[in-house]
Structure formats: C-alpha cells, structure tokens
Nanobody
C-alpha cells in the first residue's frame, strides 16, 4: 500500500524559509509523478509544484515560481519542497501527492495523498 508522509512544516516569519519533506513507501516509485499542493482555510486545494521520479523535470504554479524549489532523492524515496521568501499568503496545509502516469496540476488526477503539514507565515 502506498504511503506518503509529509514533515517539515511550522511557523516562520515573512521572508523566512522552510523545507518540506515527503517520504514515500509501499512500492517502487520509478515512473511516478509527484506533486505538492496546498489548502488555505476556506479555499480549495491548489497546485504548487510537481516533479517526475525518473526525469526530475519540475514545474511550478506562478504564485511560487522563483521562490519554491521541488526536488527528489530517489535513494531515499523522498521529495522535497524548499520554500524561500515566504509570504503570509503561503499559509496553508501542504500536501504531497503521487500519480502513476503523466504530468498534471489537477488535484483530482492524483491517486495517493499524504496527511498534510501545516505551514504558517506570520506578518
């Protein structure tokens, strides 16, 4: 059974940094596509960034481009989201997700989800 576990969230001041981790287990993730999403209170879950296990090609939402970096460590089965120059509007629960085929920014297209980690950016 696929399991995704996020960690690394917390409280940070505006302009600060955090690194989120998502450790995957339960199967071989070669060929999978991994994504980070976030959901703020009262808002829908939205795409943040995605990457493929095999090729490492990354893509970002416009709102985080230039500030966030997604990466993966295949040996550790872990995907990271380095978040720099954080803003109060980045406050949300951040989720890691996985899907088996093709790049996608659609929430509904991901099959597996972690439990989420809270990121709070104070002004």
């Amino acid at each position: 059974q696929v399991r995704l576990v996020e960690s690394g969230g917390g409280l940070v001041q505006t302009g600060g940094s955090l690194r989120l981790s998502c450790t995957a287990s339960g199967r071989t993730f070669s060929g999978y596509y991994m994504g980070w999403f976030r959901q703020a209170p009262g808002k829908e879950r939205e795409f943040v960034a995605r990457i493929s296990w095999n090729y490492g090609m990354a893509y970002y939402a416009d709102s985080v481009k230039g500030r966030f970096t997604i990466s993966r460590d295949n040996a550790k089965n872990t995907v990271y989201l380095q978040m720099n120059r954080l803003k109060p509007e980045d406050t949300a629960v951040y989720y890691c997700a996985a899907r088996q085929s093709g790049y996608s920014e659609s929430v509904s297209s991901y099959n597996y989800w972690g439990q989420g980690t809270q990121v709070t950016v104070s002004s």
